[in-house]
Each structure stands twice: as structure tokens, then as C-alpha cells.
């Protein structure tokens, strides 16, 4: 083959010569010298396909001596790393062609996934997600019960319906655990498989499928300790599957299935994250279309099965009670009927902890909307400097006094005027929270609003109506119950001023029965503070009210 040598007349002109011009520098299309040797800054790939990509620009030629150029020699892709690929030349750094050629990147990935598999991640990345660990030959189960019980036919009708209300359990579970693995099995290798090659690096494989590995250990353990075991001892005598045999097991379930307890407190962000990830992220949108085209997937949707295990937990105690009612034993119906306590306990739990994580994101949402703490006036720049420690208010701090459970709340805001003493009136936006009341300057558009009076807590407050239909007064007392200040708030109309005064009033009992299970305070105390006597509840309703609180209280007291 006759190598490639310098021109010998004339501008040469085509692709060759946009690529020397490109990403040599110093030539220029208009200068036309001698002839000479050609240096390229680089190799370049001779691919006539191309040439509609480019303009015709004159060849140039350099100064130094003619020297030929073998053809093995002007195939390297740097040029094509540098600016652009496979799409040709192009203005360098263009962030359109970035993202083209991105695309087209992940194209080409996921072509090569769809036709060899992925790559082999890393025993670590295989391990954490558990992809392909373990062995699944013991997650297989026949198409009936029927085909482990040869006597199906002389069973009683009851008993059947009992035995397939006992392999519904069976089968659902392992359904699911094989729609928990398509994510660590196709979406998470197929991420992470691009995230090694530079693509999608912006999303998080962590926050999108969370602790899902965990939840399969999870469910392997229970299939392998307590739902397997029971399977195979029909398999070996033939007899009926007896639900006894999984009471041991469920008994335990909030300690085998505690990974749930994250993942449900994550649920609502992770479902938040992906819907983002999808609408704003087009390369991540193409990479979940593939994984639901996979065959791998069964057309599963990335948000269904990132809801999955929320209905998967919820769904126990509806199957165990499906096998209660059709079980006739006494024996058997007193297993189950343990069973589902204990599911359902740990539900509660779930929803306890749930609850209370909305709770702490919907306090720190308010927290953030309040401003400094200015409730001084200090008189000299040294006193600043000294006030400056204690003048921070946090209410993202623990409650004092009650179980850690308790979050505390805002139950209540709004603009209102206040007057104390002989002052003039002030204007003012109040916070009501479970256990403070907080009286603020009125915010301005996207000002916060500052804290211009102490914090008044409603264990030492008491509401009064005034006479002005839309005016109540608040006392603060100390801890000798005496007035430590005292505010006339005026409403902005008198539905207003009970709104006011029935949200307090609930607050203050609902903050006494905390003391109160936790032994801190009697019922003489809040006789003290006249929560039951105000005029503004009538005589019948403070009677009756008074009645269902000892009630409450004596009846969570007892349980």
C-alpha cells in the first residue's frame, strides 16, 4: 500500500483537511505555501461517510520536509475524546454536543447491554446490592398445592379453601422477591455499569433503590427459616401444609423484617426522587424506558416496584386472616390469631415511625420560616455580646418533660393585634405549636418572621375572653402562679378569637395527659390553670369534657 504523502499541486480539500485545520491550530484555510511535510496534530480517521459533516476547506501545507504518513497512523480516536466523537468535528466544549453525544453514548450502552449482558461489576458493588447472590434454586414452588397432597380429593371443602388461602402466601412471596430483584439484578448493575463509563453520574443509586438489599436478605432468610421448611415438609409426607408450623416465625417478624421500618421512612422521598430524576434528567428517562422493555423486568414501571414493599408489609395480615377464617382448629386459629398481633404490631410501628418522621420535616418547615430571636433591647454593645449566647430559639429541640415520641407541632398561625399595659396596640403573627406560643413580627414577602416577645409556654398559660367578641387575653404565669405578663389580643373577627381559643385550649390538654402518663404533674395543677372552668366552654361541656380526659387517661393507663 503507497503510503500517504504531501501534496505535490493545488489545495486539497474535504474532510482530511477540515480535521488538520481543526485540531492542528496554526493553519489557516487563505495561506497557501510551498510544498511541504504534513504534521497533524494528531491522527485522524479517513471514514468517507463523514464528508457530508464537513466543509471544504483548501488544504494547507507546512514548511518542513515531505514525509509520508502510513495509514495505521491516522487512526486514533483522541481527537474524537476531545471534541465530539463520532458525530465528527465541532465547535470544542459545546455543551449541545456534550449532551448529544452523551445520548448517543448511552444508546450505544444500552444496545451493547441488550445484546452481550452487562458487564461484571466489582465482588464489592455484587455483595452491597446483591446482584446474583445467593442461590435462588430453593425460591421455586409447584403450580398447586395439589401436586404435594395426594388425598386433596378427600379433603373437606373448608380444609381446601384453607390450603389455598396458605399457598397464596407462599406464592405471593416469592413473586415479590423476584420483583425486589429486578432492581438489584437490571436497574441498579445497568446504573452503575454506565456510571463507570461516565454516564448518569448525577444520579444516586443509593437514594433510588435505598436498603432494597437488605429487604431481599430479609425475605430469603424468611423463606429459607420459616415459609421453605413448611413447604418441605408437605413436599415430604404429603399431608396438608399446617399454618402451626409458621407461628415461630412470625412471632418474630418485627425482628426479621426491620429494614422495612427505613425504607418506609425513605418511601415518600425515593418515590419523589425518581419522578424528578425522570422529568428533568433525559438520559436517565431513556435508561428506565430500556429496563422496562427488558425482558428481564416483565414490564414492570420503576415507580411500581419502588412501591412494592410498602404494599408487600401492609399485605401479611390480610393473608393470615384469609387462612383464619377458614381454619376450623382451635389450635390453628389461636396460632394465627398470635400471628396477626404480632404483624399488625409491628405495623403500627411502622406507622408510628412514619408518622413522626412527617412530623419532624413539618417542624423543621416552620422552624425555618422564623427569624432572629429579638426580645431584648440591649443598651450598650457589650450587653449585646453577652445576650448573644441565649438568644437563639431552637424548635427543632425535644419537648421537655414528655416522651421523646411526642413531636412538636404547629397547630395554628395568623395575624392578630396585641396591647400590653398601656401601650399602644402592636401588629403581630402568632405560631401556636404543641407547646409554646410564639408572638412575631409580621414577615414581609420572603422575610422571616422575628421573634419580638418571649416564648410563652401553654403548661403556664391561661386563655380569658374579654368582652370585644374578637379580643381574648393571655396570662403567663410563673412557677409560683403568679403573672409574669399578660397580652390583649385582638382578633381580626370573632370567629378568629375561637379558633384561637379552642386550638390552645386542646393544645393545653393534650400537653397535660403527656405529663400526666409520665407521672410530672397532677390533676390539682391543671385544675390550677382553669383548663376545665373557662367561662367560654359552658358548664355542660367543661362537666363533660372533665369525664372523657380521667377517662382517657385512666383506660391508656390501664393498657
Known amino acids: 500500500m503507497q503510503p500517504?504523502?504531501?501534496?505535490?499541486?493545488?489545495?486539497?480539500?474535504?474532510?482530511?483537511?477540515?480535521?488538520?485545520?481543526?485540531?492542528?491550530?496554526?493553519?489557516?484555510?487563505?495561506?497557501?505555501?510551498?510544498?511541504?511535510?504534513?504534521?497533524?496534530?494528531?491522527?485522524?480517521?479517513?471514514?468517507?461517510s463523514r464528508r457530508r459533516l464537513q466543509g471544504y476547506v483548501p488544504f494547507t501545507k507546512g514548511s518542513g520536509p515531505a514525509r509520508g504518513l502510513s495509514p495505521l497512523k491516522l487512526r486514533e480516536p483522541e481527537p474524537e475524546k476531545r471534541h465530539g466523537g463520532p458525530f465528527g468535528a465541532g465547535?470544542?466544549?459545546?455543551?449541545?454536543?456534550?449532551?448529544?453525544?452523551?445520548?448517543?453514548?448511552?444508546?450505544?450502552?444500552?444496545?451493547?447491554?441488550?445484546?452481550?449482558?452487562?458487564?461484571?461489576?466489582?465482588?464489592?458493588?455484587?455483595?452491597?446490592?446483591?446482584?446474583?447472590?445467593?442461590?435462588?434454586?430453593?425460591?421455586?414452588?409447584?403450580?398447586?398445592?395439589?401436586?404435594?397432597?395426594?388425598?386433596?380429593?378427600?379433603?373437606?371443602?373448608?380444609?381446601?379453601?384453607?390450603?389455598?388461602?396458605?399457598?397464596?402466601?407462599?406464592t405471593t412471596e416469592l413473586i415479590y422477591v423476584r420483583k425486589l430483584k429486578i432492581m438489584t439484578d437490571l436497574l441498579a448493575p445497568g446504573l452503575l455499569n454506565l456510571q463507570r463509563v461516565g454516564l448518569l453520574l448525577e444520579v444516586s443509586a443509593e437514594t433510588l433503590f435505598g436498603n432494597v438489599p437488605s429487604l431481599i436478605r430479609a425475605h430469603r432468610s424468611f423463606w429459607e427459616e420459616v415459609l421453605g421448611p413448611t413447604l418441605e415438609e408437605t413436599r415430604a409426607s404429603g399431608q396438608p401444609l399446617d399454618p402451626v408450623s409458621l407461628q415461630n416465625g412470625f412471632l418474630t417478624f418485627s425482628q426479621r423484617f426491620q429494614p422495612y421500618v427505613l425504607y418506609c421512612l425513605r418511601v415518600k422521598q425515593t418515590m419523589a426522587y425518581a419522578r424528578k430524576q425522570q422529568d428533568n434528567n433525559p438520559l436517565f428517562h431513556t435508561f428506565v424506558q430500556w429496563c422496562e422493555k427488558h425482558k428481564r423486568s416483565g414490564r414492570q414501571m420503576l415507580g411500581d416496584l419502588l412501591i412494592k414493599p410498602h404494599q408487600r408489609i401492609t399485605k401479611y395480615p390480610l393473608l393470615l386472616q384469609a387462612v383464619l377464617k377458614r381454619s376450623p382448629e382451635a389450635r390453628a386459629r389461636e396460632a394465627l390469631s398470635a400471628m396477626i398481633a404480632a404483624v399488625e404490631s409491628f405495623l403500627r410501628h411502622i406507622n408510628k415511625q412514619v408518622r413522626q418522621g412527617e412530623e419532624q420535616e413539618s417542624?423543621?418547615?416552620?422552624?425555618?420560616?422564623?427569624?432572629?430571636?429579638?426580645?431584648?433591647?440591649?443598651?450598650?454593645?457589650?450587653?449585646?455580646?453577652?445576650?448573644?449566647?441565649?438568644?437563639?430559639?431552637?424548635?427543632?429541640?425535644?419537648?421537655?418533660?414528655?416522651?421523646?415520641?411526642?413531636?412538636?407541632?404547629?397547630?395554628?398561625?395568623?395575624p392578630a393585634r396585641v396591647k400590653e399595659g398601656r401601650e399602644g396596640k402592636l401588629d403581630v403573627y402568632l405560631f401556636l405549636f404543641s407547646d409554646v406560643l410564639l408572638v412575631t413580627k409580621p414577615p414581609r414577602r420572603a422575610?422571616?418572621?422575628?421573634?419580638?416577645?418571649?416564648?410563652?409556654?401553654?403548661?403556664?398559660?391561661?386563655?380569658?375572653?374579654?368582652?370585644?367578641?374578637?379580643?381574648?387575653?393571655?396570662?403567663?404565669?410563673?412557677?409560683?402562679?403568679?403573672?409574669?405578663?399578660?397580652?390583649?389580643?385582638?382578633?381580626?373577627?370573632?370567629?378568629?378569637?375561637?379558633?384561637?381559643?379552642?386550638k390552645t385550649q386542646q393544645a393545653q390538654r393534650v400537653w397535660l395527659q403527656w405529663l400526666q402518663l409520665l407521672g410530672k404533674m397532677s390533676f390539682s395543677r391543671g385544675e390550677r390553670l382553669n383548663l376545665g372552668k373557662c367561662p367560654y366552654l359552658g358548664a355542660g361541656k367543661r362537666k363533660r369534657n372533665q369525664c372523657q380526659e380521667q377517662k382517657a387517661i385512666r383506660d391508656k393507663a390501664k393498657r
Not at 461484571?120 to 409447584?142: V, Y
Open 4 to 48: 500517504f504523502g504531501p501534496p505535490d499541486e493545488g489545495p486539497l480539500q474535504g474532510l482530511v483537511a477540515s480535521r488538520i485545520e481543526t485540531y492542528g491550530g496554526r493553519l489557516q484555510t487563505s495561506t497557501l505555501s510551498t510544498p511541504g511535510g504534513l504534521y497533524p496534530r494528531g491522527d485522524l480517521v479517513l471514514d468517507p
Open 91 to 170: 465547535i470544542p466544549h459545546s455543551p449541545k454536543l456534550k449532551e448529544v453525544t452523551k445520548a448517543h453514548q448511552l444508546e450505544v450502552r444500552l444496545h451493547t447491554f441488550s445484546m452481550f449482558g452487562m458487564p461484571r461489576l466489582p465482588p464489592e458493588d455484587r455483595r452491597h446490592w446483591e446482584i446474583g447472590e445467593g442461590s435462588d434454586s430453593g425460591l421455586a414452588i409447584e403450580k398447586s398445592w395439589k401436586e404435594l397432597v395426594p388425598g386433596h380429593k378427600e379433603m373437606s371443602r373448608e380444609l381446601c379453601h384453607q390450603q389455598e388461602a396458605l399457598w397464596e402466601l407462599l
Open 363 to 414: 417542624l423543621v418547615a416552620a422552624a425555618q420560616r422564623l427569624g432572629p430571636y429579638e426580645v431584648l433591647e440591649p443598651s450598650s454593645e457589650e450587653v449585646e455580646k453577652n445576650l448573644r449566647p441565649f438568644s437563639t430559639l431552637d424548635l427543632t429541640a425535644p419537648m421537655l418533660g414528655v416522651a421523646p415520641e411526642h413531636t412538636r407541632q404547629l397547630l395554628l398561625e395568623g
Open 447 to 502: 422575610d422571616k418572621a422575628k421573634v419580638i416577645r418571649p416564648p410563652l409556654m401553654l403548661e403556664k398559660l391561661v386563655c380569658r375572653p374579654l368582652r370585644d367578641p374578637s379580643s381574648f387575653l393571655l396570662v403567663h404565669l410563673t412557677e409560683f402562679q403568679c403573672v409574669s405578663s399578660a397580652l390583649t389580643v385582638h382578633c381580626p373577627s370573632a370567629t378568629d378569637r375561637a379558633r384561637w381559643l379552642e
